[in-house]
Nanobody, 125 residues
Framework: QVHLVESGGGLVQAGGSLRLSCVAS???????MGWFRQAPGKEREFVAA????????DYADSVKGRFTISRDNAKNTVYLQMSSLKPEDTADYYC???????????????????WGQGTQVTVSS
């Protein structure tokens, strides 16, 4: 069992920045990691993913160029740096972990093994 704890959410004005953190109870070096978000009244959606070694990343089109996912395996932590925030980025943000071995669809939430409890991000206009 891997426990994931997100932090760093809050209220920010449009155009501002936030950095989310996700700390894992196990070695993140053996997990591919992803960030998802769920806005009120909407389904959870993929935001960003990073491979277990950090050599590969990908992003949803809606956040490309504004968000950056990174990881520090020595600290068992994954980050999501969010810049140029927009009101439509308002959502609960979740990190997720997928065991590094085997094929998976990184945009598909059901393919992840563990989830955090989420952190709320509110962007005011």
């Amino acid at each position: 069992q891997v426990h994931l704890v997100e932090s760093g959410g809050g209220l920010v004005q449009a155009g501002g920045s936030l950095r989310l953190s996700c700390v894992a109870s196990a070695r993140t070096a053996t997990y591919n990691m992803g960030w998802f978000r769920q806005a009120p009244g909407k389904e959870r959606e993929f935001v960003a993913a990073v491979s277990w070694g950090g050599g590969w990343t990908d992003y949803a089109d809606s956040v490309k160029g504004r968000f950056t996912i990174s990881r520090d395996n020595a600290k068992n932590t994954v980050y999501l740096q969010m810049s140029s925030l927009k009101p439509e980025d308002t959502a609960d943000y979740y990190c997720a972990a997928k065991w590094y071995s085997g094929q998976y669809d990184y945009e598909k939430e059901n393919d992840y093994d563990y989830w955090g409890q989420g952190t709320q991000v509110t962007v005011s206009s």
